[in-house]
């Protein structure tokens, strides 16, 4: 889902779910995403809103204030509600007909308006927001702002990475799940370790893959990947143990790591077999770094 999404709309998701956390919510919805938008002053998104005429401090105030009356849906898990994956859907119909071949945090305002049962629509609605003078206004956004990013630029991005692991950690560290995700983004924290250097020099687009696990595990339902458990920890530990002596060394970061990686099942596996980042892979450059 989340290949496309530019730099700045990927933040806006993030900042929808540190939205739904600071209200209480275990859920993120359109009203959650809107206020991720609104975060991105100086962005796309708010470039657009700008030009429709919607003052964004009112805009904020005016969520707030619906949201303190209503909760639209109750879930849990900090998933995407029904609604929320439906602006998402329609923001990429929205690119799809402006010919844009990105999904910017413009595409999702465009969703946000075109979902017109939500709060989020609702209030956007109150202020003037009309479909049609936004798909004009988000169709003067020139893409080129999204590609040809310099080293500087990548460099940012990479940062901006490393604050999402956190959070996403953060999240999932709280409600005990996800037991072969986190202890790999924990690894991939540490910048020069070596664990890091083997994943940006293996992987085919490093950043990518990162940013589809936090999706992918943000999107998962609670009952596909049960809570952390001591047998399955366990587990993990002795499939470390044999790794390390494979390589001939006493157990470290590099071990667990290629045991992370051997859980077929493990949703770390699906994302990041695509990208080219696997045990055998991991397991080969290691010993060819030992022998060189």
């Known amino acids: 889902m989340w290949q496309r999404f530019t730099e700045e709309a990927r ?37 657009l809103l700008e030009k429709l005429n919607v003052p964004i401090d009112e805009l904020k105030s005016e969520v707030f204030k619906h949201m303190a009356l209503v909760k639209e849906y109750r879930g849990n898990d900090m998933t995407l509600t029904p609604r929320a994956k439906r602006v998402i859907d329609l923001a990429y119909s929205e690119a799809r007909n402006l010919k844009h071949d990105y999904i910017g945090a413009e595409h999702l305002v465009l969703g946000l308006i075109c979902e017109r049962d939500s709060l989020a629509a609702r209030v956007l609605a109150s202020f003037g927001a009309k479909l049609k003078e936004a798909r004009l206004a988000a169709a003067g956004i020139e893409a080129s702002q999204y590609q040809g990013e310099d080293t500087e630029k990548n460099q940012h991005h990479v940062r901006l990475h490393d604050l999402q692991r956190q959070a996403t950690s953060l999240l999932f560290a709280r409600q005990a799940r996800f037991e072969r995700e986190l202890p790999f983004l924990t690894l991939l924290g540490h910048a ?71 859980d077929t099942d493990s949703l770390l596996v699906k994302v990041m077999s695509e990208h080219g980042f696997t045990a055998e892979a991991c397991r080969l450059r290691f010993m060819n770094r030992d022998q060189s």
Do not use: Y
Request: proline share 5%.
């Open 11 to 47: 933040k806006v998701v993030f900042h929808a779910q540190e939205q739904a956390q600071s209200c209480g919510d275990q859920f993120v919805g359109p009203e959650h995403l809107l206020l991720g938008i609104l975060k991105e002053r100086d962005g796309s998104a708010c470039n």
């Open 192 to 262: 020069d370790g070596e664990v890091s250097r083997a994943f940006h020099e293996i992987a085919v687009e490093p950043v990518q893959a990162i940013a589809e696990l936090e999706a992918a595990m943000l999107s998962a339902p609670a009952e596909g990947w049960p809570a952390s458990s001591d047998a399955s920890l366990d587990l993990l530990l002795r499939i470390a143990t044999d790794c390390s002596a494979q390589l001939g060394e006493p157990i470290s970061s590099r071990s667990l790591l290629l045991a992370l990686l051997k």
